[in-house]
């Protein structure tokens, strides 16, 4: 815990002008970004008597290391860097809402030739018009259904469009009049992209305009006595105001708006958002949010209004915006809000009428959401507290083990030896910080050797990083597994150099392993302890508790000791333990699983000097399999555009000199198959079998 006031700045240093502050710990993470209309008189707050500060604000100021600001012209300027800087660090004690589902919505692909209707989910796209969010994605499919009648846009993915563009027959719903059938050039693109403009505009709120339109068209047939013309045109205006029905009119004037509220707690806060589009609701969401900080509900409103809107531009952004409380002061964010738009927004509390009506609606589903999320999640985080106290008081530890990292060696009888690092914070995993590790000090099955090779060079880059200066890096550095070695982890998938170089990011800031764990687990008894606990103090690490938990009686073993710890099996910290152990096994196997699969596709072709993808392929290409160029002549392989006869020797040497593959088997079946997967053998006689997983980031395959 740090003493405020060791990193407090000297008086006059900090400006009188607006701008954004950083706290940082004493690993350099980013823990807290605020803005302020005079930083000094801001930061000034943080350096009182710790007694007069809030408990959460006390925590914060105890547990950061330094401070940092940076000067700004405007306070519009501070509210979009601290926006950014808040998405880029993600600090601990800032206030981040988490939804507690992706939600749903209508989307048209407008970027594409001919437009698509589907329901999509996570990042919106460029190009695409977006509608909703939606509690279900039923609710969107039951929707598009009833206005294909009318509209009757594509709605099919591309391998089936062009499935039907080929065969020159189209789908289903092209078939009972639900898409105009533009894969078959029923309608033209331009007159396709017109059903899409014309099913967004309804989706948008005018719908009028089309009600009236088909009632006239229904009457002129009708007059014409076209009375089956004029019965579907009849059923057209029924699905349509069908439609409608599901989203009743909430303000009479056809109004834009998104409408905020918020309940709270001392704990907690949720966030209810209604989507209003031409007075009718189109959308609706929710979030939640631990407050970590002391906030009132003006900051809290700010806060949603960031995340709901840092991303959108245009008409993403309503022209009213109305809300239980206004930020302090108000007048930054609307205009912030306006920048996003390109038009005037309005931000406001509703006084009276319709709108201050549907705004007590939004508040009432806010507290449910409140107490529903209460409701689930006490258990689950009584849970998870208990279990870790319970770790604490087992080992001995002087706190709680807030970060846990646990580590397993995977082989198939001493080939493709591998291990595993799992990560689990606040006894939740954290995926995006598992590590994988190929051995490479020894050859054969030592897991004893395993484990301290493993455990060396985790702590290795953590030691190295921490003597650098720069910031902690929460999300996942794309640029570790492109630099590759044979000495270091890297981040799911290859090595990591210990060089200069690949410590840092191109950015200057530090990588992965710079955050030590308060435990770490082995997957082992004594033996593999005493290896763990080893490589730490080979490095000179004495403050990270080890601990090994065995297979056979689930017995948690200490390093220096001769019995283990025997957790009763009723207990959370056991089953805590249990679940660590075991994801850390299952990422292992899984990596394992991966290498060997990747080593029984291996071709004799990989071990000819100079010869790339591109030709390899043009060779199976040109011969169809392995067998066939096996059998070929230096000169029928000189044929192959882009292969000289030199290589061509070179090739007919390395495939005389490889051993015959061993025939493929199906797996599923037995089936003996004859070889004529292009460039697929078995290496050293292995049979090559189907089904291999693949490895993919933080995710069971």
């Known amino acids: 815990m740090a003493d405020p006031s060791s990193y407090r700045p000297k008086p006059g240093e900090i400006p009188d002008s607006p701008g954004v502050y950083r706290?940082?710990?004493?690993?350099?993470?980013?823990?807290?970004?605020?803005?302020?209309?005079?930083?000094?008189?801001?930061?000034?707050?943080?350096?009182?008597?710790?007694?007069?500060?809030?408990?959460r604000t006390r925590t914060m100021v105890?547990?950061?290391?330094?401070?940092?600001?940076?000067?700004?012209?405007?306070?519009?300027?501070?509210?979009?860097?601290?926006?950014?800087?808040?998405?880029?660090?993600?600090?601990?004690?800032?206030?981040?809402?988490?939804?507690?589902k992706s939600y749903p919505y209508l989307a048209v692909t407008m970027n594409e030739e001919f437009p698509r209707v589907q329901v999509m989910r996570g990042?919106?796209?460029?190009?695409?018009?977006?509608?909703?969010?939606?509690?279900?994605?039923?609710?969107?499919?039951?929707?598009?259904?009833?206005?294909?009648?009318?509209?009757?846009?594509?709605?099919?993915?591309?391998?089936?469009?062009?499935?039907?563009?080929?065969?020159?027959?189209?789908?289903?719903?092209?078939?009972?009049?639900?898409?105009?059938?533009?894969?078959?050039?029923?309608?033209?693109?331009?007159?396709?992209?017109?059903?899409?403009?014309?099913?967004?505009?309804?989706?948008a709120g005018r719908t009028g305009t089309y009600i009236r339109r088909l009632e006239k068209q229904m009457t002129d047939a009708a007059e014409e006595m076209e009375y089956e013309r004029a019965a579907r045109?009849?059923?057209?205006?029924?699905?349509?105001?069908?439609?409608?029905?599901?989203?009743?009119?909430?303000?009479?004037?056809?109004?834009?708006?998104?409408?905020?509220?918020?309940?709270?707690?001392?704990?907690?806060?949720?966030?209810?958002?209604?989507?209003?589009?031409?007075?009718?609701?189109?959308?609706?969401?929710?979030?939640?949010?631990?407050?970590?900080?002391?906030?009132?509900?003006?900051?809290?409103?700010?806060?949603?209004?960031?995340?709901?809107?840092?991303?959108?531009?245009?008409?993403?952004?309503?022209?009213?915006?109305?809300?239980?409380?206004?930020?302090?002061?108000?007048?930054?964010v609307q205009e912030w809000l306006a920048e996003r738009r390109g038009s005037?927004?309005?931000?406001?509390?509703?006084?009276?009428?319709d709108k201050k009506a549907l705004m007590e609606t939004v508040q009432r589903n806010a507290q449910q959401a409140l107490v529903l999320h209460k409701t689930k999640r006490a258990s689950d985080l009584t849970t998870r507290s208990r279990a870790l106290e319970e770790i604490a008081e087992a080992l001995d530890l002087d706190s709680a083990p807030l970060r846990i990292e646990c580590y397993?060696?995977?082989?198939?009888?001493?080939?493709?030896?591998?291990?595993?690092?799992?990560?689990?914070?606040?006894?939740?995993?954290?995926?995006?910080?598992?590590?994988?590790?190929?051995?490479?000090g020894f050859a054969g099955q030592d897991d004893v050797r395993s484990m301290h090779e493993v455990i060396s060079r985790r702590f290795k880059r953590y030691l190295a990083e921490k003597e650098k200066t720069g910031e902690w890096v929460d999300d996942a550095s794309q640029s570790d597994a492109s630099q590759n070695s044979e000495n270091e982890p890297s981040p799911i998938g290859g090595s990591q150099s210990l060089s200069e170089n690949g410590l840092k990011d191109d950015d200057g800031r530090p990588k992965k392993f710079a955050y030590p764990p308060q435990l770490v687990v082995v997957d082992g008894g004594q033996p593999q302890v005493a290896a763990a606990k080893r490589a730490l103090d080979e490095l000179g690490i004495d403050d990270i508790a080890v601990c090994g938990l065995a297979?056979?009686?689930?017995?948690?073993?200490?390093?220096?000791?001769?019995?283990?710890?025997?957790?009763?099996?009723?207990?959370?910290?056991?089953?805590?333990?249990?679940?660590?152990?075991?994801?850390?096994?299952?990422?292992?196997?899984?990596?394992?699983?991966t290498k060997r699969s990747q080593r029984f596709r291996s071709s004799p072709l990989d071990d000819v000097p100079g010869l790339g993808d591109t030709r390899k392929q043009a060779l199976l290409k040109h011969f169809g399999s392995l067998k066939k160029l096996r059998s070929a002549t230096i000169d029928q392989i000189c044929e192959v555009p882009g292969i000289g006869r030199k290589t061509a020797e070179t090739i007919a040497v390395a495939l005389a000199q490889a051993a015959p593959a061993a025939p493929a088997?199906?797996?599923?079946?037995?089936?003996?198959?004859?070889e004529e997967e292009p460039g697929t053998t078995g290496s050293g006689g292995d049979p090559v079998t189907a089904g291999a997983p693949d490895e993919r980031r933080g995710q069971e395959t």
Request: glycine letters at 6%; proline letters at 4%; a negative charge.
């Open 23 to 55: 706290f940082r710990d004493e690993h350099r993470r980013v823990i807290y970004v605020g803005k302020a209309k005079s930083l000094r008189q801001r930061l000034a707050n943080y350096f009182q008597d710790l007694a007069s500060l809030h408990p």
């Open 665 to 674: 088997v199906n797996t599923a079946t037995g089936e003996i198959m004859d």
């Open 408 to 440: 397993d060696i995977s082989h198939l009888q001493g080939d493709d030896v591998v291990a595993s690092m799992v990560v689990f914070e606040d006894g939740l995993q954290r995926k995006s910080e598992y590590r994988r590790f190929q051995i490479k």
């Open 233 to 332: 045109l009849r059923d057209d205006i029924g699905a349509l105001k069908k439609a409608m029905e599901k989203s009743a009119v909430v303000l009479a004037d056809a109004t834009d708006a998104d409408l905020i509220a918020v309940a709270e707690d001392e704990l907690e806060a949720a966030v209810q958002i209604f989507h209003v589009r031409g007075g009718r609701v189109r959308g609706q969401r929710g979030w939640v949010t631990d407050k970590v900080e002391e906030i009132t509900t003006g900051a809290l409103v700010e806060h949603a209004l960031q995340q709901l809107y840092g991303e959108e531009k245009g008409d993403s952004v309503p022209k009213e915006v109305l809300v239980p409380a206004l930020p302090e002061p108000f007048e930054p």
């Open 344 to 353: 005037g927004v309005s931000l406001r509390i509703p006084q009276r009428g």
């Open 551 to 593: 297979k056979r009686l689930e017995e948690v073993w200490l390093p220096a000791e001769d019995d283990p710890v025997v957790l009763p099996r009723t207990s959370e910290g056991l089953y805590l333990l249990q679940r660590v152990r075991d994801e850390a096994h299952r990422f292992a196997i899984t990596y394992q699983r």
């Open 123 to 203: 990042h919106k796209r460029k190009g695409v018009r977006y509608f909703g969010p939606y509690g279900h994605a039923w609710a969107i499919r039951d929707t598009v259904d009833l206005l294909l009648r009318v509209f009757p846009v594509r709605t099919c993915s591309a391998g089936v469009f062009k499935n039907a563009t080929r065969t020159g027959r189209p789908c289903l719903l092209g078939y009972i009049g639900k898409c105009s059938a533009p894969c078959v050039d029923r309608v033209s693109a331009d007159e396709h992209r017109d059903l899409a403009e014309e099913f967004c505009d309804f989706m």
């Open 62 to 100: 105890t547990t950061a290391a330094s401070v940092e600001w940076t000067v700004v012209s405007t306070e519009v300027e501070a509210l979009q860097l601290e926006y950014s800087w808040i998405k880029e660090f993600d600090p601990r004690f800032n206030v981040k809402y988490r939804d507690d």
